[in-house]
């Protein structure tokens, strides 16, 4: 059985201007996920949170420095069966894309507890290297980001809307200019706290790490990700049941609690998204529409959230564009009819044959055009795709 790990926090910024009030209580919740939901060791469970976590002694505060070094205890030598789970409730944040990647010219980020103090964030494509990248082929890593703009905030293959139930590759829509501070609090007032702060459109991104390199298969590791919201939607901070929350987290446990342990992925997500869309009733101005990113490697729905399954699952290959016309392997090609020719005919072949054959190698192959070529490739792509899968199932086989 392969090792579980977790890394829970939870930013409520209580010395602030931008102080919330529910991320403590959600770090405390999905505490009690792993140990209770995800059979966790409580040993193996790291906390930060800058107030009293219920239930959870000696927490740390969770610092940029305090957050970027627990990710990388928690990804460090992570092995083909091991599962993951991280959660970060806090503020969330843009700034200006530096690279040119990002189709919205803006990263996404999240908000440590000492940025009033330094003024920095880690950004998505921090996030990417230091918890995604060293994953070797075989670790599933579950990941639930509560706070703004936090959609693509892993960077990851595919993303489905939870506001359209639509699958599509993890892309960027042009963002609206974020509202600062005050507008934000004075929209959402009352019915919550907005968790996020303005874009940050002079920040400079700190160094990335330098890539670790990991065997991997065609696979690679499998990831999914909760988001509270798009890249262009704000997350709430809200009371409900007397209690400050997370949107986002309130309606995934609600969702984990009426027959969580029997729920994949994807049907724990849009049964998710269903009880925010009852919680939408009572409170108008909750617009966020959560998000399930994951990479080609993961296929929601046949992984349960709570116990993997057995035999493990395939990765999820991303499937052709209507446009690609399917690929003609040897055994679909119509055997040509042969026509008797006549005794001239069959002397001009022949003297015609003969000009060919300087050009052929030999094996009898046109130097410069094999028609065969592609089949073989292709052959052989799908023979490598099978074996990758087989290694995954495998190596998850043995939660």
């Given amino acids: ?41 409580s040993n193996e469970i790291m906390v930060l949170t800058d107030a009293p976590c219920p239930g959870v002694k000696g927490a740390s505060p969770p610092t940029k420095q305090n957050i970027l070094h627990s990710i990388q205890k928690l990804v460090a030598g992570a092995q083909a069966g091991d599962m993951l789970y991280f959660s970060y409730s806090g503020h969330g944040t843009q700034v200006v894309d530096r690279t040119g990647e990002e189709a919205d010219g803006m990263d996404e980020a999240i908000v440590p507890t000492d940025y009033d103090q330094t003024g920095r964030v880690i950004t998505d494509d921090e996030l990417y290297a230091y918890m995604v990248q060293p994953l070797p082929e075989g670790v599933l890593l579950t990941c639930m980001f509560d706070c703004c703009h936090a959609g693509t905030i892993l960077d990851l293959d595919s993303c489905e809307d939870g506001g359209t139930g639509g699958k599509r590759k993890a892309g960027k829509k042009k963002y609206k200019k974020g509202k600062n501070t005050k507008d934000l609090i004075d929209e959402f007032a009352h019915v919550g706290l907005p968790r996020a ?28 990700c909760f988001s509270g919201c798009r890249d262009d939607q704000t997350s709430l901070d809200v009371t409900l049941d007397g209690k400050p929350c997370g949107a986002l987290t309130n309606c995934t446990l609600k969702a984990l609690n009426a027959g969580g342990d029997k729920m994949d992925y994807q049907t724990l997500f849009r049964t998710s998204c269903g009880h925010m869309d009852d919680l939408r009733r009572s409170i108008g101005a909750l617009t966020q529409r959560p998000q399930m990113s994951f990479t080609d490697a993961a296929e929601p729905s046949s992984v349960k959230f709570c116990q993997p399954s057995a035999g493990g699952f395939s990765p999820a290959y991303p499937s052709p564009s209507d446009d690609v016309k399917p690929h003609k392997g040897k055994k679909d090609k119509a055997p040509k009819e042969k026509k008797e020719k006549a005794p001239k005919e069959k002397k001009e072949k022949a003297a015609k044959e003969g000009k060919d054959k300087k050009g052929k190698d030999k094996k009898g192959k046109n130097k410069d055009i094999d028609g065969d070529s592609d089949d073989d490739s292709e052959d052989e792509h799908y023979r490598k795709a099978d074996y990758g899968r087989q290694v995954l199932a495998a190596a998850l086989g043995r939660f």
């Fill in 197 to 224: 702060i303005p874009p940050l459109m002079n920040y400079e991104p700190d160094e990335l790490p330098v890539p670790v390199c990991q065997a991997r298969g065609i696979g690679g590791p499998a990831v999914i």
């Fill in 1 to 41: 059985m392969g090792r579980r790990k977790a890394l829970c926090i939870g930013c409520n910024y209580p010395t602030s201007k931008m102080k919330l009030n529910g991320c403590v209580n959600d770090c405390a919740n999905n505490v009690q996920l792993c140990v209770n939901k995800l059979g966790v060791p």
